[in-house]
């Protein structure tokens, strides 16, 4: 990203927003789990890389078998991510053909040049690698269809937010093959089923914009192969 937009990110994501990213929110870790289930699907082994890797949690949480390397623009958050032996030794930029996995988990729609990094990330992944979309907000569900908005968006924090089929259709442009789409609603740690569906019908008659809640689609979790 330009150093002008990384310098106002770097304010954006103080210490306060890393307060529950240190494997200690249980409905977190119970999400890792099921996206550990997803990726040990297609691979459990070889050299991955994390976009916006936070502490280091969720590769923590994978257990991986080889390498693993984060990119964070918050330092003290990469402090605790290395202390945790997640290199920072390359990126997206500088190796090709480098990584077997790439994840962008709950990122994408932070970035503010975000088709650079996935040409980035076609470049730098091995023939066969995949790319994982996790916890990534989709604006072809009925949530944002409706309002315009999904519960985990912050306007100030978001540039692009995709949905599932354009994810898919610029992601084939770039030269992968799409595998696999999901959307967890159903099985999310989050979710409080007959609550998420009796706000959902008062947000809908009432129109109050305030009420937030878990529901069908508003997540997707995606992988891509090279």
Same mark, same amino acid.
């Given at each position: 990203?330009?150093?002008?937009?990384?310098?106002?990110?770097?304010?954006?994501?103080?210490?306060?927003?890393?307060?529950?990213?240190?494997?200690?929110?249980?409905?977190?870790?119970?999400?890792?789990?099921?996206?550990?289930?997803?990726?040990?699907?297609?691979?459990?082994?070889?050299? @991955?890389? /994390?976009?916006?890797?936070?502490?280091?949690?969720?590769?923590? *949480? $994978? %257990?991986?078998? =080889?390498?693993?390397?984060?990119?964070?623009?918050?330092?003290?958050?990469?402090?605790?991510?290395?202390?945790?032996?997640?290199?920072?030794?390359?990126?997206?930029?500088?190796?090709?053909?480098?990584?077997?996995?790439?994840?962008?988990?709950?990122?994408?729609?932070? @970035?503010? /040049?975000?088709?650079?990094?996935?040409?980035?990330?076609?470049? *730098? $992944? %091995?023939?066969? =690698?995949?790319?994982?979309?996790?916890?990534?907000?989709?604006?072809?569900?009925?949530?944002?269809?409706?309002?315009?908005?999904?519960?985990?968006?912050?306007?100030?924090?978001?540039?692009?937010?995709?949905?599932?089929?354009?994810?898919?259709?610029?992601?084939?442009?770039?030269?992968?093959?799409?595998?696999?789409?999901?959307?967890?609603?159903?099985?999310?740690?989050?979710?409080?089923?007959?609550?998420?569906?009796?706000?959902?019908?008062?947000?809908?008659?009432?129109?109050?914009?305030?009420?937030?809640?878990?529901?069908?689609?508003?997540?997707?979790?995606?992988?891509?192969?090279?």
């Amino acid at each position: 990203m330009s150093e002008d937009t990384k310098v106002d990110l770097k304010g954006i994501y103080d210490d306060d927003y890393f307060i529950n990213r240190m494997s200690n929110d249980p409905k977190r870790m119970s999400s890792f789990q099921l996206e550990k289930i997803f990726i040990y699907n297609y691979i459990s082994s070889g050299r @991955l890389i /994390d976009f916006g890797c936070s502490t280091g949690e969720f590769i923590q *949480s $994978l %257990k991986w078998n =080889g390498e693993t390397y984060g990119i964070e623009i918050s330092d003290s958050a990469a402090k605790i991510a290395k202390s945790n032996s997640i290199k920072f030794d390359h990126d997206l930029s500088d190796v090709v053909d480098y990584y077997d996995v790439i994840i962008f988990r709950g990122t994408i729609q932070h @970035l503010d /040049d975000p088709f650079k990094y996935l040409k980035l990330a076609y470049r *730098s $992944l %091995k023939p066969g =690698g995949y790319v994982f979309f996790l916890a990534t907000p989709n604006t072809e569900s009925i949530y944002y269809r409706l309002w315009r908005t999904l519960p985990m968006l912050d306007p100030v924090m978001n540039f692009w937010i995709p949905g599932s089929q354009e994810l898919n259709n610029i992601m084939k442009n770039f030269g992968f093959t799409h595998i696999e789409s999901r959307f967890p609603y159903l099985h999310s740690p989050y979710k409080f089923f007959f609550m998420d569906h009796f706000l959902f019908l008062i947000k809908l008659f009432s129109r109050r914009k305030s009420i937030k809640f878990p529901f069908w689609g508003s997540v997707m979790e995606i992988c891509f192969k090279k």
